[in-house]
């Protein structure tokens, strides 16, 4: 089943905050972020493995809540390049299955 | 320094004309996808192959087989395309696919048309 985004999309000025939330209503093994530019192929941002587990680099950070089977993504003080369609994977317990979110579309203007 | 490769870019066929997408690695991955991306969707697997072993997805329709001569190469074949393939097809590896914790690395995607 597949994981659900909100928002759906966020529109920004350069400089402002977003967060996009990931959450599923199946067991949560493993929460994949990642970037895609219209017509590009998405680029990997970050893995959580472990419940409790937060991570970033640059201004983009995220945590995973295991029990809650929730992962949030933090983007602070946005930059153009920062537009896109945000997805969240989740990695189950069958090898090989990444199951994404619908995706949020982020637009930052200047 | 390219290390996911799809081609071509972009294939155009002709409804119930059969085509093929190739993908190529350099990252000696042992696990290679493909998703379909249709617009404004994400990216669902149809199928992958850790190693050779072949893993396909319920809903994968029988008109989409794929072929992994080597470690290196993975093909996804449309065997009669219809107007509803027409979609992005990505082709992602990765080291280890246990439990789902290892990074895919996706390829730039071949956009399909069907006339």
């Known amino acids: 089943q597949q994981p659900v985004q909100s928002p759906q999309a966020v529109i920004l000025r350069e400089g402002e905050d977003a967060v996009i939330n990931c959450s599923s209503s199946?067991?949560?093994?493993?929460v994949h972020w990642y970037r895609q530019k219209h017509g590009e192929a998405p680029v990997f941002l970050m893995i959580l493995l472990k419940g409790g587990e937060q991570k970033g680099h640059d201004k983009i950070s995220a945590s995973f809540n295991e029990k809650k089977q929730q992962s949030s993504l933090y983007l602070t003080a946005s930059q153009l390049s920062y537009s896109g369609t945000y997805f969240c994977?989740?990695?189950?317990?069958?090898?090989?299955?990444?199951?994404f979110g619908q995706g949020t579309i982020l637009t930052v203007h200047p | 320094d390219a290390m996911v490769i799809q081609n071509p870019r972009y294939q155009v066929t002709q409804f119930g004309k059969p085509v093929t997408l190739s993908c190529s690695q350099t990252?000696?991955?042992?696990?290679m996808y493909w998703y379909q991306q249709k617009s404004s969707q994400a990216p669902k697997l149809l199928f992958h192959?850790?190693?050779?072993?072949?893993?396909n997805e319920a809903d994968t329709p029988d008109n989409f087989q794929s072929r992994r001569p080597n470690t290196s190469f993975c093909f996804l074949d449309i065997r009669s395309p219809g107007l509803g393939d027409a979609a992005m097809y990505l082709c992602?590896?990765?080291?280890?696919?246990?439990?789902?914790?290892?990074?895919?690395?996706f390829g730039p995607g071949t956009r399909l048309l069907v006339l």
């Open positions: 994977g989740a990695g189950g317990t069958s090898y090989g299955k990444l199951t």
């Open positions: 990252l000696n991955h042992n696990v």
């Open positions: 199946k067991a949560l093994y493993s």
């Open positions: 192959y850790y190693d050779k072993d072949f893993n």
């Open positions: 992602a590896t990765s080291r280890d696919s246990l439990a789902g914790q290892e990074t895919q690395y």
